[in-house]
T-cell receptor, first 114, second 114 residues
């Protein structure tokens, strides 16, 4: 069975600072994809970044980057130069080849302090 | 233009009633999904359709019946509503039902059963 664990229910970061959100996962598959989604108060689920398991290079999207440690099954999200608009719930998700269904973690609520 | 839309956004109803939630995507995707987000923000897949065919059916009470009249629409009908059905229901779509595809989410429908 696949599982995704986000061990930080809530995190806070000062505006303009950097914060890292943790995610660990478990799967016996070798081919899978990992995603970070953001859910602001509007409830809309927005894709932040995605990582292919076969790629060693960490994905980057502007201020968002991941630290993908395949052996450790860890997929953390780093947000640099945090902005007030980054305040949201962040969900880590795993999708393994052949299942095409997302397994979500329980989410981390990020607060950005002005 | 809204990529994945859901109606209604809010639904308040009495126990025992029957209700439907509609979802439409204008992305030209083949695959659509229904997810349920409970009060603890946990997201879990319920159903998935590919080209109007059911491909994922998680352990969901048969009071829930999805219907896909065409590739662009996936509706969710719920019979005999129960208190435990109160949640936010998200529709999503992807180009194809493969793990590499990003899923795009609708804005969610908050259902409250009294």
């Amino acid at each position: 069975a696949q599982t995704v664990t986000q061990s930080q229910p809530e995190m806070s970061v000062q505006e303009a600072e950097t914060v890292t959100l943790s995610c660990t996962y478990d799967t016996s598959e070798s081919d899978y994809y990992l995603f970070w989604y953001k859910q602001p108060p509007s409830r809309q689920m927005i894709l932040v970044i995605r990582q292919e398991a076969y790629k060693q290079q960490n994905a980057t999207e502007n201020r968002f980057s991941v630290n993908f440690q395949k052996a450790a099954k860890s997929f953390s999200l780093k947000i640099s130069d945090s902005q007030l608009g980054d305040a949201a719930m962040y969900f880590c998700a795993l999708c393994t080849s052949g299942t095409y269904k997302y397994i979500f973690g329980t989410g981390t609520r990020l607060k950005v302090l002005a | 233009d809204t990529a994945v839309s859901q109606t209604p956004k809010y639904l308040v109803t009495q126990m025992g009633n029957d209700k439907s939630i509609k979802c439409e995507q204008n992305l030209g995707h083949d695959t659509m999904y229904w997810y349920k987000q409970d009060s603890k923000k946990f997201l879990k897949i319920m159903f998935s359709y590919n080209n109007k065919e059911l491909i994922i059916n998680e352990t969901v009470p048969n009071r829930f019946s999805p219907k896909s009249p065409d590739k662009a629409h996936l509706n969710l009908h719920i019979n005999s509503l129960e208190l435990g059905d109160s949640a936010v229901y998200f529709c999503a779509s992807s180009q194809t039902p493969t793990s590499s595809e990003t899923q795009y989410f609708g804005p969610g429908t908050r259902l409250l059963v009294l």
